[in-house]
């Protein structure tokens, strides 16, 4: 409670924060908890074996100090030689811890830092999950994309096809129009050059130069 110590030094009391620490971390599958002073030194920990060592340049200490804030770190399995590590990766998670007040339960002046290690394989489970989630939203826009842009592309071949088609037509119509106006233009030549030629007269067509372009 606010304003009362604990002797870490009476069994009986040190077994009494253990049990309350088991039963706050039980579901958060957290491995180990360290208090540690200002100094760097373990004041309490789970692992008895640890109380006493100190953690000299300990950044997750320092930057949480600095802060005021919790700071976390991922350790990848792969990257950890520590024996004494579990065979998994762990979230490491550095806390403020603040000093009570005794009338007002305010918190007061930092004392120490809590170090969490926490199994992380649920957060990476999820991270991987999250990165699948996204992998397959992905694949899935693309492929709307590829079958938008598919759709597009196959409706402008489409558009491209009527439109030659269309160009074809309009160029063999025009080829028939001149085909048949040279013709008709042929023969009214044919049919003015022997009306011409019929007249008893003589006829002579001159320019205006006075040159004579035709006669009969």
Do not use: C, W
């Not at 957290?30 to 100094?39: A, G, H, K, S």
């Not at 309490?44 to 600095?66: F, V, W």
């Amino acid at each position: 409670r606010a304003g009362e110590s604990v002797d870490l030094e009476d069994p009986a009391q040190r077994a009494q924060l253990d049990a309350v620490v088991a039963r706050s971390t039980r579901s958060l599958r957290i491995l180990t908890v360290n208090l540690f002073r200002l100094d760097g030194t373990i004041e309490y920990s789970t692992n008895p074996d640890y109380i006493g060592h100190r953690s000299i340049e300990n950044p997750g200490i320092e930057q949480a100090l600095a802060s005021g804030q919790t700071v976390s770190f991922l350790k990848r399995v792969e990257l950890e030689a520590d024996p004494i590590r579990p065979g998994h990766d762990l979230l490491e998670s550095y806390t403020p811890f603040h000093e009570l007040e005794p009338e007002s339960q305010a918190r007061g002046s930092v004392i120490g830092v809590i170090e969490l290690y926490q199994d992380a394989r649920p957060i990476i489970a999820k991270i991987a999950q999250g990165r699948h989630l996204i992998l397959l939203s992905t694949a899935g826009i693309m492929g709307v994309l590829f079958v938008a842009l598919f759709a597009v592309v196959r409706l402008g071949h489409q558009r491209i096809v009527q439109l030659t088609a269309a160009l074809e037509t309009t160029n063999r119509d025009l080829e028939q129009r001149v085909r048949e106006r040279t013709r008709e233009i042929e023969t009214a030549r044919r049919r003015l050059r022997g009306l011409f030629d019929g007249i008893s007269d003589g006829i002579s067509v001159i320019d205006r130069f006075f040159r004579v372009t035709e006669a009969n």
